[in-house]
Nanobody, 123 residues
Framework: VQLQASGGGLVQAGGSLRLSCAASRRIFSNNGMGWFRQAPGEEREFVAAITWRGSNTDYADSVKGRFTISRDNAKNTVSLQMNSLKPEDTAVYYC?????????????????WGQGTQVTVSS
C-alpha cells in the first residue's frame, strides 16, 4: 500500500476530526499532495491541496476557514484538520499524490490514491 489514510469516524455537527495519510517515500517525495472526498451518488470532489514544500495550499470554497491541510516531509505524512464539521461534509475522504510538486485541484492532477476513510457527521 503506497498511501494509507486514517482518522475517519463519526462526529456530531460542530465537532472536529483529523485525517492522516502515510505515504511511501517514493511517491511522497517532490510531489504535491491533496485530499478529495466522495459522497454516495456524487463525483469525487477536491477538498484541499498542498505543494511539496508546504509553502502553498488551496481549498475548496466549501471548506475554507474550517479545514487545514499540512504535511510532514520527514515522516512522509499529510494531514487534514477538519473543524466545525457539517453534515454535508459526510463522505469518504481520499488522500492522493500529485503528478507534480505544485498544487493540483482536479483528479487528473493526481497519480496515486489511497483507499479512503469514512467521515460521517451527524446533525
Amino acid at each position: 500500500v503506497q498511501l494509507q489514510a486514517s482518522g475517519g469516524g463519526l462526529v456530531q455537527a460542530g465537532g472536529s476530526l483529523r485525517l492522516s495519510c502515510a505515504a511511501s517515500r517514493r511517491i511522497f517525495s517532490n510531489n504535491g499532495m491533496g485530499w478529495f472526498r466522495q459522497a454516495p451518488g456524487e463525483e469525487r470532489e477536491f477538498v484541499a491541496a498542498i505543494t511539496w514544500r508546504g509553502s502553498n495550499t488551496d481549498y475548496a470554497d466549501s471548506v475554507k476557514g474550517r479545514f487545514t491541510i499540512s504535511r510532514d516531509n520527514a515522516k512522509n505524512t499529510v494531514s487534514l484538520q477538519m473543524n466545525s464539521l457539517k453534515p454535508e461534509d459526510t463522505a469518504v475522504y481520499y488522500c492522493a499524490a500529485a503528478r507534480s510538486s505544485g498544487l493540483a485541484t482536479t483528479t487528473r492532477g493526481y497519480q496515486y490514491w489511497g483507499q479512503g476513510t469514512q467521515v460521517t457527521v451527524s446533525s
